[in-house]
């Protein structure tokens, strides 16, 4: 089981990425997938998550402004980030938990999570 992170770049404020996390070594099918972010000095915190029954969670630091997706014919979950803020600076992973999230209010737990990607960097400039 791997998760490749990638995307991550040097944006200004207001501009988009893409990050995506391709999987191999098994399906994303019946899992949840989670993306986190973690600043220099921060800890590790909840952005997004895709459960496995298509239900779409947010922090509300991002919410309204990144999308979580799948393409399942590539076997890679996707996280739009729009209106970037300096704020959004952090090392972003992807990271499933099998059978998907035991109920909706757990997805930011860092400790549900069975895989980790190794991360992507983002860098917003002001």
């Known amino acids: 089981v791997q998760l490749v992170e990638s995307g991550g770049d040097l944006v200004q404020t207001g501009g988009s990425l893409r990050l995506s996390c391709a999987a191999s070594?098994?399906?994303?099918?019946?899992?949840?997938t989670g993306w986190f972010r973690q600043a220099p000095g921060k800890e590790r915190e909840g952005v997004a998550c895709?459960?496995?029954?298509?239900?779409?969670y947010y922090s509300d630091s991002v919410k309204d402004r990144f999308t979580v997706s799948s393409d399942n014919a590539k076997n890679t979950v996707y996280l739009q980030m729009n209106s970037l803020e300096p704020e959004d600076t952090a090392a972003y992973y992807c990271?499933?938990?099998?059978?998907?999230?035991?109920?909706?209010?757990?997805?930011?737990?860092?400790?549900?999570?069975?895989?980790w990607g190794q991360g992507t960097q983002v860098a917003v400039s002001s």
């Open positions: 990271a499933v938990v099998a059978a998907g999230l035991p109920h909706s209010r757990a997805w930011p737990l860092l400790s549900l999570y069975d895989y």
């Open positions: 070594g098994f399906s994303f099918d019946g899992y949840a």
């Open positions: 895709l459960d496995d029954d298509g239900k779409t």
